[in-house]
């Protein structure tokens, strides 16, 4: 009886809890819309602004992380939670202030966390990296363009995973019985140089990988392919959105809302060490058939029924 009484009090919540919130300021209106969706998330989990939550935010730039963190753990909150390149300088400075990060890359890479499965530090979260997404883009890349042979793979070579990426990526293409065209950028400098490989190795498709730069330049790469005639498929909707011809990755909104599961584990006495960093539960296919049309892609009836989104 003592046992579970103590296994009680063990997850009874803070009356009220504090948690801490560090984002990088964005000329992204999206970035706004993150916060709002982990706010979802935890209202969804009982916590409510007003009532038992107290969410502190601030704002800034990577080189303040670890000062707005200072500020937070002085605030005694009882988590922080950051995501992109802001959840590393946070990281640093967290200190027993347990952390829940989301970032785009592979967390053990960056060195984040020990492994994926036991972090074995103070913090742990989310990576919408996905390793077997990789094979599943370009199966739908073959199934929209049945005709198509040789694949760009555009990837950031500083993104945390990014060995491991091209590994995966060539190994699939080899199942596939496609032909792989390895085209590194580290900066934006990097991209028209890209474009020009891409273009000059007479690429059938291009896929890309998925993190901030990458990001930065969907508009320019949807204008790439749309000048090229060439189809692009990406991880997240984003690069739909502004023109290019299909995604498959995690949902943005469903992925910071997942955040709130980690938090609301941690508040109820989990330890963030032993909670294993995952890819969010929502993947979603999203096609964007304007492009389609403009491509002169006949896109099967097959994957249009599976699109979790299409945009007209």
Not at 46 to 60: D, T
Not at 178 to 190: F, I, K, R, S, W
Not at 233 to 249: D, H, K, P, Q, R
Request: charged share 20%.
């Amino acid at each position: 009886m003592h046992g579970l009484r103590q296994e009680a009090l063990a997850q009874t919540p803070p009356k009220v809890a504090r948690v801490g919130w560090i984002s990088e300021h964005s000329a992204n209106p999206a970035v706004g819309d993150h916060l709002a969706w982990l706010r979802a998330g935890l209202r969804e989990r009982g916590w409510v602004e007003g009532r038992n939550l107290l969410l502190e935010a601030r704002w800034g730039e990577r080189d303040n992380a670890q000062q707005l963190t200072a500020e937070l753990v002085r605030a005694k909150v009882d988590v922080l939670v950051s995501h992109g390149r802001m959840a590393f300088g946070v990281a640093a400075a967290s200190g027993a202030v347990p952390l829940v990060f989301l970032i785009a890359g592979d967390p053990v890479d960056a060195k984040l966390v020990a492994s994926l499965a036991r972090p074995d530090a103070n913090r742990t979260g989310v990576t919408l990296l996905g390793y077997e997404l990789i094979a599943k883009r370009l199966e739908f890349l073959k199934e929209a363009v049945p005709g198509v042979q040789h694949v760009a793979f555009l990837i950031n070579k500083r993104h945390p995973g990014a060995q491991t990426e091209l590994q995966e990526a060539r190994a699939a293409a080899a199942r596939l019985g496609l032909t792989l065209q390895h085209v590194p950028v580290a900066t934006l400098a990097d991209m028209e140089g890209a474009y020009e490989a891409i273009t000059r190795e007479r690429a059938d498709a291009v896929m890309t990988s998925i993190d901030s730069l990458m990001t930065s330049q969907a508009r320019n790469i949807a204008e790439f392919s749309s000048r090229r005639r060439v189809p692009v498929i990406s991880g997240w909707a984003e690069f739909a959105l502004v023109g290019n011809l299909m995604t498959y990755g995690p949902s943005f909104k469903g992925s910071y809302a997942y955040l709130a599961t980690y938090v609301d584990k941690i508040l109820r006495g989990a330890k963030a060490a032993d909670l294993p960093v995952e890819l969010p539960p929502k993947l979603e296919l999203v096609i964007n058939l304007k492009t389609a049309k403009a491509l002169g892609i006949n896109l099967p009836a097959t994957l249009r029924a599976r699109a979790d989104e299409l945009i007209d």
